[in-house]
């Protein structure tokens, strides 16, 4: 009885001790597709990960992920080697997480961007970009002089679809002689490339050109090229001093401390975040000035409707290419349908590459 | 698309900006490959020319140091190469290979320090009369001094291996290295003199990207135009001019299959997309059928080991 007592004892104490080791051990892998000097996407998770390192928590990072089978393998050495939280930081890792997270049920996955939540253990996260692209279609309506705005384009992905979508509505409100051209470069990272394409939507006519990669390159061929452009995921101004309208800028540090203390403490459940200009994922740099201090006004204000859920940024009637009604007149489109956006609005040109 | 002649001299200049760094390390590597040496690390060279050529911009801050410095750097890079494959009489292949992956791990290291750094103006030579003279103006002026040195470079090439008598050296050791080395020839001099020269082109079609084309430094940036180059040399079977026409191929293809989206013709994406490799592919394939020709411009001996028996 009493050496029953004893072992009872001891395997209590050797069990808190385990625990208190995984505590101490507790740590947060994350996965980036680009270097974490992109100036752009993938610095920005970084400047995140360095907040979760300050709040106590220790952190690793792999960068320049290629997105694909190698994504699963760097993911599965993460679950590994013993991080108790992963997050995984761009669309293309969908698949491969999930069919880690299945394999590794102790360990917590988080997802950007993704809408595939498999297992108990993965949540998904991102944040409402297309609010900011409201903002930046409203200035490049105003701002253009040829109506021709530029889009370089990464992947037909809803995420993408829905930024070109938003923009393209708001320019359409100040200004209905738009037209969007978009360029399709299939990368989130090719500086040569993005370049490139920067230049022949120039050479196209347009004099506002805005991406979805996550290079400086397209805002420096603008600065020379004497057009208007956006930053894209941090604020890249330095690069682009006077071609920059403003930037969108991607705030993860808040979540991502709040998700790993939760993982830590234990109080870590799966859900789906989508948070905007309101919670602050989504934050625009500083307006450029030389949009003249009148437009600064109207977007700030749009901004702030925006984030108080006064204006929606696809608000009805809006129609698909064809003519069909998509969302009707004075209701606002829901989250399900945001998510799997697959059409252009009316006034897009062109296709979505299938 | 518009289609008046500016916008189209506008479009040729494009076209020749975006094939300089496949110029520049083709033509390197054809003499390096003339001579009898498979150099398969254009990628691992040029890439370190990149880091090199912008690193020393910042710290210096004097673009003439950056260029010759990242010509250095290749060169310094491609002894390695050399001392293994001649030296050492390593596989040719393989020891390319290697160093493919060594200057790209290379320079993602040095190059922490120099992320996100936005580049310095390279300066463009006769910008005013880029925009005086129409269609003409675009190709031939506003450019920097390194694309004219790129565009004189395959004529220099074809005259220098036709035309001297070193090119006629490099020919003979390619063509027998062990008959050349009986006429007294150091055979393991000349190739070691084609696979420095090689390194320093490498070393300057990296310093053009990431000091001219889009001037920053970011890992991995020369994307691919190394093994891009080294096909070229194949494809254009050894002659310094189709190398010239090849690129050119390229560069216009991957530019105007952007300008076919932006104007947006309904052609599948992908397809645009695949374009530059099959055209470059095909039209080579086409010009270079002559067989007799292929035989003569080929270097016999490529990637074969020499030592000479004592």
Redesign the interface.
């Known amino acids: 009885m009493y050496k029953n007592f004893l072992r009872y004892i001891i395997s209590v104490l050797f069990l808190l001790g385990v625990c208190g080791q995984a505590n101490a051990d507790f740590k947060v892998g994350f996965v980036y597709v680009g270097p974490t000097g992109d100036h752009g996407w993938t610095y920005q998770h970084d400047e995140g990960r360095k907040a979760v390192e300050a709040a106590g928590i220790k952190t690793t990072y792999v960068e320049s992920v290629p997105e694909g089978a190698d994504a699963e393998r760097v993911i599965r050495q993460l679950a590994q080697s013993g991080h108790d939280l992963i997050f995984t930081t761009s669309f293309g890792y969908m698949d491969p997480t999930n069919k880690v997270a299945k394999d590794f049920p102790n360990v917590k996955f988080e997802h950007a961007t993704g809408y595939k939540r498999e297992h108990s253990n993965v949540s998904t996260y991102s944040a409402r970009f297309y609010e900011g692209r409201t903002l930046l279609g409203h200035m490049a309506g105003k701002m253009t002089k040829t109506n021709v705005i530029g889009y370089i384009a990464s992947f037909p992905i809803p995420e993408v679809i829905r930024g070109i979508n938003a923009m393209t509505l708001a320019a359409q409100k100040v200004n209905p002689d738009i037209k969007t051209k978009i360029v399709w470069v299939f990368t989130w990272y090719d500086p040569g490339k993005e370049s490139e394409a920067a230049q022949a939507l120039i050479d196209q006519g347009a004099d506002v050109i805005m991406q979805h990669t996550d290079s400086t390159a397209p805002v420096q061929v603008a600065e020379k090229a004497g057009v208007w452009s956006f930053g894209q995921a941090s604020d890249m101004q330095r690069f682009a001093p006077k071609s920059i309208l403003t930037s969108i800028i991607d705030d993860w540090a808040p979540y991502y401390v709040e998700r790993s203390i939760a993982a830590r403490d234990g109080t870590w459940k799966q859900q789906d975040t989508w948070h905007g200009l309101k919670e602050g994922m989504v934050a625009m740099a500083p307006y450029n000035s030389a949009m003249g201090s009148d437009l600064v006004k109207e977007v700030e204000q749009l901004q702030k409707d925006l984030a108080s859920g006064k204006t929606h940024s696809f608000t009805g009637p809006i129609y698909d290419q064809k003519g069909n009604i998509l969302v009707a007149d004075g209701s606002v489109a829901d989250d399900g349908m945001l998510a799997g956006m697959n059409v252009y609005v009316k006034g897009v040109e062109g296709d979505i590459p299938k | ?2 289609f008046d002649l500016n ?1 189209i001299g ?2 040729i200049g ?1 076209i020749m900006a ?1 094939s300089v760094p496949l110029i520049l390390a083709a033509s390197g590597e054809l003499i390096t490959e003339r001579s009898g040496v498979l150099n398969l690390g254009v990628e691992g060279m040029m890439i370190i020319g990149a880091i090199s050529g912008f690193g020393l911009m910042v710290v210096t801050d004097n673009l003439f140091l950056a260029v010759i410095g990242s010509m250095l750097s290749g060169l310094i890079i491609s002894i390695i190469f050399g001392l293994l494959t001649q030296s050492l009489l390593t596989n040719h292949v393989a020891t390319g290979l290697a160093l493919t992956i060594f200057g790209i791990g290379m320079s ?1 290291m040095i190059g ?1 320090n120099f ?2 750094i ?2 310095k103006e390279f300066p463009l030579l006769f910008v005013n009369l880029k925009e005086n003279i129409p269609f003409l103006g675009p190709i031939l002026f506003g450019h920097s001094i390194i694309l004219y040195f790129a565009f004189l470079l395959p004529f220099l090439t074809n005259y220098f291996l036709k035309k001297t008598k070193i090119g006629l050296i490099i020919r003979a050791v390619g063509d027998s290295p062990t008959s050349a080395s009986n006429q007294g020839i150091n055979v393991i001099l000349v190739r070691y003199s084609c696979i420095l020269y090689g390194g320093a082109m490498c070393g300057l079609a990296g310093a053009y ?1 990431s000091l001219i ?4 430094w ?4 020369t ?1 691919g ?1 190394g093994w891009i180059a080294l096909a070229l040399v194949v494809f254009a079977t050894w002659s310094p001019i189709k190398v010239l026409v090849g690129a050119l191929i390229f560069g216009g293809i ?2 105007l299959q ?2 076919m ?4 013709l ?1 052609i ?3 397809l645009l ?1 695949a374009l530059p490799y099959i055209m470059t592919i095909i039209v080579l394939v086409v010009i270079s059928r002559d067989s007799r020709k292929i035989k003569l411009n080929t270097p016999t001996s490529l990637g074969q080991i020499f030592y000479k028996e004592k």
């Open positions: 698309m518009s916008f506008i479009l494009a975006s993602a922490k992320v996100g936005p580049g990207l084309y889009t001037p920053q970011i890992e991995n940036m994307g135009r991957t530019i952007l300008h989206q932006a104007v947006g309904r599948p994406v992908q997309s």
